[in-house]
């Protein structure tokens, strides 16, 4: 791949919910995105991240999950509420959670791989034409999430991606420009 074709696709990626809730996505694409995520740069190839896809009635339990435990923590019911029905919202829940390491400097390092590996699954969506959403575990939930997804204790829920086939082109985006610091001596 040449240059211009990744920046293509880097500047191309988006933030985008408006995704066929019930077209399921093709075979074998979250195995392709998340073999993308175990390339990322990973600090003594402690290769931090673990999966869990969920699919189809299972996603109706993760939002039962997750509603659960942000009642129990004392949130408001009408977010309470939402989240009952929040990830029935696209046909694929991908949760991508990240190891502890053997010191919090490595636990540090894990989280800093599973992030650049998820921005290599956005897009990697991206190329196949998916939507994605990244979004991050609601505060109080992380171990709910966890035991939900049978990830061993301590696990960090780094990203809930929403996946699927987009409804309409997302908006385009300005960015700001580059500020770079030069320091030459």
């Not at 175990?38 to 869990?52: E, G, I, Q, R």
């Not at 989280?111 to 998916?130: H, P, W, Y």
């Not at 780094?158 to 420009?177: D, N, S, V």
Request: hydrophobic letters at 40%; proline letters at 5%.
């Amino acid at each position: 791949m040449k240059f211009e074709e990744l920046r293509e696709i880097v500047r191309a990626r988006r933030t985008d919910m408006m995704v066929d809730k019930d077209r399921a996505l093709d075979a074998g694409v979250v195995e392709k995105l998340c073999e993308l995520a175990m390339w990322a740069p990973n600090h003594k190839l402690t290769f931090p991240s673990v999966f869990a896809a969920v699919t189809n009635d299972a996603r109706e339990r993760l939002s039962n999950c997750t509603a659960d435990a942000m009642a129990r923590d004392g949130d408001k019911p009408e977010k309470v509420a939402k989240a009952r029905t929040k990830f029935q919202r696209a046909p694929v829940i991908l949760i991508v959670g990240t190891e502890s390491g053997d010191t919090q400097l490595r636990t540090e390092e894990n989280r800093d791989a599973v992030s650049a590996g998820i921005q290599n699954i956005l897009l990697g969506a991206t190329s196949l034409g998916l939507a994605s959403f990244w979004s991050s575990c609601p505060k109080g939930v992380n171990d709910d999430i966890v035991n939900f997804c049978d990830f061993k204790p301590g696990t960090h829920i780094t990203a809930m991606i929403y996946l699927g086939y987009p409804q309409r082109q997302a908006p385009a985006i300005e960015r700001p420009p580059v500020k770079i610091k030069t320091i030459s001596n």
